[in-house]
């Protein structure tokens, strides 16, 4: 079916007038109602309303008349029932608790409401980087050696248990000890040696409460890529391709002082920190192998962004899956990593966000109509 139009674009004009839509970016556990008691979050707080503005403005640009910004709380199933709304797309990671990015698409599974977002299930093996690792090993995909380790229960010096010398051998550094799950980088800690890993591992365990990681450090370059489904949208025509959508293939630049990239909370990213490939750098068509990979053995419903990183021997290792990459809108100063190569396939940020709302669309129409019987109706 490449290179057809869509079962929806005669049909967008009607959805354009009638689909509700609610774009959710994370509440603020700290506002009256939000919760009933506040606890442990074990990422850094942060709204994602910025974005969520984004993606708003990019959806009434391509002709939706009704879209609005909710917060996620526990007010949310009311506003959506108050708001008539037909359809959600998550920009939130979760307000508060263990598996937080799970949360509101378990409510919208709950309410009966679709979305743009992956399901629980996979939201939770995508956030937690040694699940998804785990899962990755299993399908011979390639990823770095790990350890897993609870500050909680293994309180003594990681090193010297059985399972760190059956992981890394004699391995003597350097490392990373990072969260399992987090965001921006945060937490992320370049170990030199060895004898400093125990102290990192406590660190980051007193911060997030949570499960902490360590894998040698990759010495080579690293790498993006991003990953949606097949409907790509050009200038505001949609058209099904053959394979997955595999595009912003670029190289993170790091500086001297940087042995691993520097959060964006700290250092923007700027264009200047990357290098878009093209199709004759050598690396472009594994990226895009990995990714396509990545798209189809996870069964993925909506875009993630790959982050790679080489070995010495120039390999490629897959590090982690964002399953809510930044999407915002790329202003002249920092930049989206998703969407520095929209360009390169004559693509707009508006056609960006088209094509991911029409593919979740035609997913839940084609293979879940027990789901969207209310938008179905609006297209009767």
Not at 7 to 18: G, I, M
Not at 26 to 43: C, E, L
Not at 207 to 215: A, D, P
């Amino acid at each position: 079916m490449d290179g057809h139009s869509t079962l929806l674009q005669p049909r967008l004009d009607r959805l354009r007038d009638t689909l509700r839509l609610a774009v959710i970016y994370n509440g603020d556990r700290h506002q009256p109602n939000a919760v009933i008691n506040r606890t442990h979050n074990p990422r850094s707080d942060k709204s994602y309303r910025s974005v969520a503005e984004d993606i708003a403005t990019a959806l009434r640009g391509a002709g939706f008349r009704h879209v609005d910004l909710l917060a996620d709380d526990l007010t949310l199933v009311e506003k959506l029932r108050q708001g008539r709304h037909h359809f959600a797309w998550l920009n939130t990671a979760g307000v508060q608790g263990y598996d937080a990015v799970a949360h509101t698409p378990a409510l919208l599974e709950l309410a009966g409401i679709p979305y743009v977002g992956h399901r629980p299930l996979l939201a939770v093996t995508l956030d937690n980087k040694h699940v998804f690792k785990r899962e990755l090993a299993s399908i011979g995909l390639p990823t770095a050696p790990f350890l897993v380790c609870d500050g909680a229960n293994d309180a003594h010096d990681i090193t010297a248990d059985p399972r760190y010398a059956a992981t890394f051998g004699d391995h003597a550094g350097p490392f990373v000890v990072k969260p399992v799950s987090g965001r921006g980088s945060i937490g992320v800690t370049f170990v030199e040696r060895r004898a400093d890993i125990a102290a990192a591992v406590q660190s980051v365990y007193r911060t997030t409460l949570n499960q902490v990681m360590i894998e040698p450090h990759l010495p080579g370059r690293e790498y993006c890529v991003s990953v949606c489904g097949r409907i790509v949208a050009r200038d505001g025509q949609l058209r099904r391709e053959a394979e997955p959508f595999a595009f912003s293939m670029l190289e993170r630049l790091l500086g001297a002082d940087e042995p691993i990239f520097t959060s964006m909370d700290v250092r923007p990213i700027t264009l200047d920190r990357t290098r878009l490939l093209d199709a004759r750098d050598p690396v472009h068509a594994e990226l895009m192998y990995l990714a396509r990979r990545v798209h189809n053995d996870f069964n993925l419903r909506t875009l993630v962004r790959l982050d790679l990183r080489a070995d010495a021997a120039g390999r490629l290792h897959i590090l982690e899956a964002n399953p809510k990459p930044d999407l915002k809108r790329p202003d002249g100063k920092a930049v989206s990593l998703v969407c520095v190569g929209l360009a390169q396939h004559g693509m707009s940020y508006e056609d960006l966000v088209l094509s991911l709302l029409v593919d979740r669309l035609e997913f839940y129409l084609a293979h879940r109509p027990a789901a969207v019987q209310h938008i179905a109706e609006l297209l009767a």
